[in-house]
């Protein structure tokens, strides 16, 4: 379905709403838990589509939220290093004096990869035992790239049975993104990291993972499309490319992608509206919109006199099994936190047009 679709958009209701930013904790893929972490560092889960205080709070810096959880950790760059906690109870099970751009668990939850910037080109790469914080392995990669994008993917499908293996996606704007597999590696005396370029011009980067781990989204920086991959473990094998145009009627792409089901993601665009997305296809389905937040007009967030209006929600992120949404800043200053369960959308996105 095409950007055409835009006139019937499906609507799902929110399962909470709350008042400031709350900000999503990223899980690893598969993990069903949702932690939300508000601007003091209280940490809360959603539950049954209700909202419970953890009872503790996170003492970490200000900016974005480094951070994975898997299972029954949650490990969260704070102030004085990367610490290990119980989700549950916020105990203590660890502490160490790295300081992560970001974080990752494996599938298993049994090892922390780290990735800490040395300076604007260098990067140490580190493997963790997630049980008690020691390291395993370290590694070394330069950064050819800008630095506004270092992600970490945890990989459902390994190039050898049993191999622990992680993704890495580094770069953005002009200096282009691409894509590298960490591979845990048995070195002389010690374990080491290997990391392998997945695509050689550098110009693509993997975007989101399918349930499985076996299909992935591909961003193409030179020809501005996605493309859809067969991930078989060893090198992605590219199966359908996208037409950059499929974008152009609803103002670019907004560079942010999530998988509900092996056969549906969820995509958004450059004006900041989230619409279904056919991963096979690469095609646009229809836009997703929440009740009971419409539109905004411009005059409501920005000091003009205008009458456009923009997408309701410009701050997006996923956590288990729930979509996390945040609304712009009006001029009191506040925002919302609206929670929306994926099955909803899921089911929402299936009901086909009249």
Same mark, same amino acid.
């Given at each position: ?28 893929? /598969?993990?069903?838990?949702? #932690? &939300?972490?508000?601007?003091? $560092?209280?940490? @809360?889960?959603?539950?049954?589509? +209700? ?124 200096? /282009?993104?691409?894509?590298? #597999? &960490?591979?845990?590696?048995? $070195?002389?005396? @010690?374990?080491?990291?290997?990391? +392998? ?135 009191? $200053? ?21």
């Amino acid at each position: 379905m095409s950007a055409s679709s835009a006139s019937s958009p499906v609507s799902c209701p929110p399962v909470v709403v709350l008042p400031g930013l709350h900000t999503a904790i990223p899980t690893v893929a /598969g993990d069903d838990r949702t #932690l &939300l972490l508000d601007a003091e $560092g209280a940490v @809360r889960e959603v539950v049954d589509d +209700t909202l419970r205080e953890c009872g503790y709070r996170l003492d970490r810096p200000e900016g974005e939220v480094v951070a994975t959880l898997h299972r029954d950790l949650l490990v969260v760059a704070e102030n004085d290093g990367l610490r290990c906690r119980d989700i549950t109870s916020g105990a203590e099970r660890w502490v160490s004096p790295l300081r992560a751009e970001e974080v990752c668990l494996s599938q298993d939850a049994t090892l922390v990869w780290v990735v800490e910037r040395l300076d604007p080109e260098h990067l140490a790469l580190h493997c963790l035992d997630a049980s008690d914080g020691d390291t395993i392995a370290r590694g070394a990669l330069k950064d050819p790239f800008f630095p506004s994008v270092t992600r970490l993917h945890a990989v459902a499908v390994t190039t050898t049975p049993g191999a622990q293996q992680m993704m890495l996606d580094l770069g953005g704007g002009q200096d /282009g993104i691409g894509s590298w #597999l &960490l591979t845990l590696t048995q $070195g002389v005396g @010690r374990k080491k990291i290997r990391a +392998t370029e997945l695509f050689p011009r550098q110009d693509r980067a993997l975007v989101a993972w399918s349930p499985s781990g076996r299909r992935a989204l591909v961003w193409d920086n030179d020809d501005y499309r996605h493309l859809s991959c067969d991930w078989a473990g060893v090198k992605p094998v590219v199966t359908v490319e996208g037409d950059p145009q499929v974008f152009a009627e609803v103002e670019g792409v907004g560079f942010w992608e999530t998988f509900l089901t092996e056969d549906l993601a969820l995509v958004q665009s450059g004006d900041a509206r989230i619409w279904g997305f056919d991963p096979a296809a690469l095609t646009l389905g229809r836009e997703l919109e929440v009740e009971g937040f419409p539109p905004v007009p411009g005059r409501e967030i920005f000091d003009v006199d205008s009458d456009e209006t923009y997408a309701p929600f410009p701050f997006r992120d996923r956590s288990g099994r729930h979509l996390v949404l945040t609304t712009w800043a009006r001029h009191d $200053g506040n925002r919302q936190t609206v929670v929306v369960r994926i099955e909803d959308i899921v089911a929402a996105l299936a009901v086909r047009l009249p």
